[in-house]
């Protein structure tokens, strides 16, 4: 018995000794497992208590729960010392390190601009629509009131594609066709996409670009309707309830009549390099939807009208935030990229 106390002194102090002397968070775990660990030195002394009477069971027992406690307090209080340490320590942690930039993600500014976009339409009750980018002369043309040898085919400076009857659509217009053959009135879509012309690129125009196509069919739909919504949306997208818009008439094949609805310049009330001190801009392209395209939609046009509208989003985005080019959009130009993150 006497041996045995003896021993179990031995170990409290050789264990607290060496915690004490550890100079690392390894030698801790060292420490820990010879002494704490499933064969180490205390759990071995602690298993051969069933040797023992009663009597000094009750008597050690106690003692050597108290012991495994106390060492464990040690081992881990040591640990914490060195985490601490590791965080403070000048040696570990060199402030003047060479750290690498690190670039963040960030959502490119169409992401931005077609979420503004959409929640505008879609608050006013408008479905978002997609159509796709190759097109049929069908879709892009022929529906939209636009024949073979209609010379508004010339003005769209088309892609054609190799094989026979595709092209790159002109226009986010080829939504229509594809949103009224898959619904019946009312309707009112509103078709984000990016669209592709044939032609040189200078500041304000670009080969690929976007475009923004709103379509509303019902019964008895108005100019008025078609203003009231432009004149809303309009406001709403440039944060100005006081925007007001101005009607000039304007030629679109798919609509008659058609016209060109210019925004009062959001920046200015007397002038200014933005509306190039004439106080509008010119925003929208728009009118009541043509019969032809509502019939050749299966859309009796004796029974419904419609307005509808488009617009380039490059167009609104570069007035809205002053943006010079509009090669800029897909320039994958970092500096201006972040400018919108
Ligand atoms: N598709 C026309 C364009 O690309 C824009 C447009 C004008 C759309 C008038 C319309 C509209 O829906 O009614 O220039």
Not at 20 to 41: C, D, F, H, T
Not at 61 to 70: A, F, R, S, T, V
Not at 304 to 326: H, P, Q, T
């Amino acid at each position: 018995m006497k041996e045995l106390e003896n021993n179990i002194k031995k170990i409290k102090d050789s264990c607290l000794k060496e915690l004490k002397k550890a100079r690392s968070l390894e030698s801790l775990e060292e420490i820990r497992v010879a002494y704490l660990g499933r064969s180490g030195a205390l759990t071995e002394i602690m298993s051969t208590l069933k040797t023992l009477s009663l009597e000094q069971k009750r008597t050690l027992g106690p003692d050597l729960n108290e012991l495994k406690k106390q060492l464990h307090d040690a081992y881990e209080s040591r640990v914490s010392e060195f985490e601490k340490k590791n965080l403070s320590s000048d040696a570990l942690f060199d402030v003047t390190a060479y750290k690498p930039h690190q670039m963040h993600g960030s959502l490119h500014i169409y992401t931005h601009i077609i979420e503004q976009l959409t929640e505008i339409f879609i608050s006013m009750g408008y479905t978002i629509a997609d159509g796709p980018e190759m097109e049929t002369e069908y879709y892009n043309f022929t529906t939209l009131n636009i024949p073979d040898d209609h010379p508004a085919r010339d003005s769209h400076d088309t892609f054609w594609l190799s094989q026979p009857d595709r092209l790159l659509r002109t226009h986010t217009s080829s939504v229509q066709a594809h949103s009224m053959e898959q619904a019946t009135p009312p309707l009112a879509i509103f078709a984000p996409g990016r669209c592709y012309r044939n032609e040189a690129t200078d500041a304000s125009h670009d080969f690929m670009f976007t475009q923004g196509e709103g379509l509303f069919v019902d019964t008895n739909v108005s100019m008025s309707q078609l203003l009231a919504t432009a004149r809303t949306f309009l406001q709403h997208f440039f944060g100005k309830e006081d925007l007001k818009i101005r009607v000039r008439p304007g030629y679109f094949p798919f609509v008659e009549p058609g016209v060109e609805i210019d925004g009062s310049c959001p920046f200015c009330s007397d002038g200014c390099s933005v509306c190039k001190h004439t106080k509008w801009i010119e925003l929208l392209g728009a009118g009541l939807v043509h019969p032809n395209v509502l019939r050749a939609n299966g859309i009796d046009p004796e029974k419904y009208s419609g307005f509808a509208f488009g617009f380039g989003i490059e167009r609104l985005a570069m007035i809205k935030y002053g943006i010079n080019d509009i090669r800029l959009f897909h320039s994958a130009h970092i500096p201006f990229l972040q400018q919108f993150a």
